[in-house]
């Protein structure tokens, strides 16, 4: 959730059209294809113009490291880590993305990470109380019930 707070900052404040809309010859391989996300329901959800920060790749190390940390299995895990990787070269060779979209979205998933583990540790800290179990919850509504 906060990745995708700051990016949404990142789009309003500096929208910038990707390596395909730029004009400057990488073939267009999303558009011209059987999709078109320019037309029909799609493109009320599209925005051409959201490609700092490269959140494919925010997103890609956000799930590479909760894998590489929470997996039990090496193989798992050193797939995990190749996998933001292979969204880097797909982002970038469809026209997606510049390498510095990748890194301003990689620069992304990283002040987020450092933010939640803040957030954590003061949480921790404060010692926050569980949420009472089914029974206390419905201690009240018995009482008034008898």
């Not at 029909?40 to 494919?56: D, T, W």
């Not at 909760?66 to 895990?77: D, F, G, I, N, Y």
Request: aromatic letters at 6%; proline letters at 5%.
């Amino acid at each position: 959730l906060l990745a995708s707070g700051l990016a949404l900052v990142g789009f309003l404040v500096y929208p910038t059209a990707p390596p395909r809309l730029a004009g400057i010859g990488i073939v267009d391989t999303v558009s011209n294809g059987h999709v078109d996300l320019n037309r029909g329901l799609v493109s009320s959800l599209y925005n051409p113009y959201a490609a700092v920060p490269s959140m494919h790749i925010g997103y890609a190390l956000i799930v590479a490291a909760s894998l590489v940390r929470h997996s039990r299995r090496r193989l798992a895990q050193a797939l995990a880590a190749l996998y933001p990787l292979l969204v880097l070269i797909v982002v970038v060779a469809t026209g997606n993305h510049f390498f510095l979209d990748a890194a301003a979205g990689a620069l992304v998933a990283g002040l987020a990470a450092a933010v939640a583990a803040l957030l954590t540790r003061r949480a921790a800290a404060t010692k926050v109380t569980a949420l009472p179990t089914q029974r206390e919850a419905l201690e009240p509504l018995e009482r008034l019930a008898a």
